[in-house]
């Protein structure tokens, strides 16, 4: 049985290689994107601090369409290039939004969130989905989120396919 072990309270790139560590423990042994997914998102939920959402979208047949989350009920269709997922999914590029109200076209699944970083999951060149994750807080996702959401999408990446 795995055990959520206390993260650190150092910065935020020590808390995202721990995490990143933690969670290749968590899906070690484990192909199945649905499980590595429900449990990817619950680790991060109860990890990262200021954190609404934690979740994912999987692309199938030409929309976004709701997979594993924690947190409030979710938007369960999106197309692409719509909102702050589908801008994500049609770009393939990792987006944060400092300011959700200020986002073209953002997709209110939840009135309290204020900011959201969205990582694709892209696998031999496929975009399979995206990890997505949102905050009440204003600005609370900068580059450092980035670059330990992007390893974390790794690490789910490479225990699933």
């Not at 990262?48 to 409030?72: A, C, H, R």
Request: net charge negative.
């Amino acid at each position: 049985m795995f055990e959520l072990k206390a993260i650190s309270a150092a910065g935020k790139r020590d808390l995202y290689r721990e995490l990143s560590e933690q969670l290749a423990a968590l899906l070690h042994g484990e192909r199945d994107l649905v499980a590595n997914a429900a449990n990817t998102s619950s680790l991060l939920y109860h990890t990262l601090p200021e954190v609404s959402w934690t979740g994912f979208y999987f692309l199938k047949d030409g929309e976004l369409v709701l997979g594993p989350f924690q947190g409030k009920p979710a938007c369960v269709r999106i197309a692409l290039g719509k909102g702050v997922c589908g801008t994500a999914a049609e770009r393939r590029e990792t987006v944060v939004v400092p300011d959700v109200n200020t986002f073209p076209g953002h997709i209110a699944c939840d009135s309290a969130s204020r900011s959201e970083i969205v990582v694709p999951i892209i696998r031999g060149g496929r975009l399979i989905g995206l990890l997505d994750i949102d905050s009440p807080v204003k600005a609370r996702f900068d580059e450092e989120d980035r670059e330990g959401c992007e390893a974390v999408v790794e690490v789910l990446a490479r225990a699933t396919f």
